[in-house]
């Protein structure tokens, strides 16, 4: 059994730049499950990002821009059906972390 409470993600700079970007602010999520909590105007707005799973930043990061653009490619098709209602987990997700 994976014990949550001992894995801390650490935010890409990638992450934090599309946050500037979408006027929100990041931070390691409280939520042991998740990776990253997104706040606006200082309200929490949403969790993102299962810490089971890498992301952008991480596979270009550890994989190269060649295979951080085809997984991002392929999570926008998994998720097209949810990524777009504004201020949803996805919507969040899909723009910080993809």
Do not use: C
């Not at 801390?8 to 602010?25: D, F, H, W």
């Not at 949403?46 to 596979?59: E, H, L, M, T």
Request: proline content about 4%.
């Amino acid at each position: 059994m994976v014990d949550y409470h001992h894995i801390m993600y650490e935010i890409k700079p990638y992450t934090e730049q599309q946050a500037k970007r979408l006027g929100v602010s990041v931070r390691p999520s409280t939520n042991p499950k998740k990776k990253v909590d997104v706040f606006e105007g200082g309200k929490k707005v949403a969790s993102i990002g299962d810490v089971n799973y890498s992301d952008y930043g991480s596979y270009l990061k550890e994989r190269g821009k060649e295979y951080a653009d085809e997984r991002r490619r392929l999570y926008r098709i998994r998720h097209a059906n949810t990524m777009n209602k504004i201020g949803s987990p996805s919507f969040y997700s899909s723009r910080l972390l993809w």
